[in-house]
């Protein structure tokens, strides 16, 4: 069973940095799709980066130029780089994976993914 476990999370003022990572394990292979999403109360879930099976970077307008997503696929990690945190980017992040081949260089739709993480609360204060 693929387990995933973020960390990274914390609370940082506007203009500051996180690092966000997840951690795979159970996975039979490296050769995963992921994304990362974020949740803010009262808000839908929305996808920010991902990176499919081609190795395409994907991003929601509202991070590009701030957010850099990156994995390493011999340890099954994938991270988030966040730079220049706004208010707005407060939320919990979660970590997805799954298998199967997805490509195109475009956010992964939610319901391709298999594999959920716990999340890591990111808190930005202005």
């Known amino acids: 069973q693929v387990q995933l476990v973020e960390s990274g999370g914390g609370s940082v003022r506007s203009g500051g940095s996180l690092r966000l990572s997840c951690v795979a394990s159970?996975?039979?292979?490296?050769?995963?799709?992921w994304g990362w999403f974020r949740q803010a109360p009262g808000r839908q879930r929305e996808e920010v980066a991902a990176i499919d099976s081609d190795g395409h970077e994907s991003y929601v307008d509202s991070v590009k130029g701030r957010f850099i997503m990156s994995r390493m696929r011999a340890k099954k990690t994938v991270y988030l780089e966040m730079n220049n945190l706004k208010p707005e980017d407060s939320a919990m992040y979660y970590c997805?994976?799954?298998?199967?081949?997805?490509?195109?260089?475009?956010?992964?739709?939610?319901?391709?993914?298999?594999?959920w993480g716990q999340g890591t609360q990111v808190t930005i204060s202005s």
């Open positions: 159970g996975m039979t292979d490296a050769s995963y799709v």
């Open positions: 997805a994976a799954d298998q199967r081949y997805y490509a195109g260089g475009y956010l992964i739709p939610a319901d391709h993914y298999k594999y």
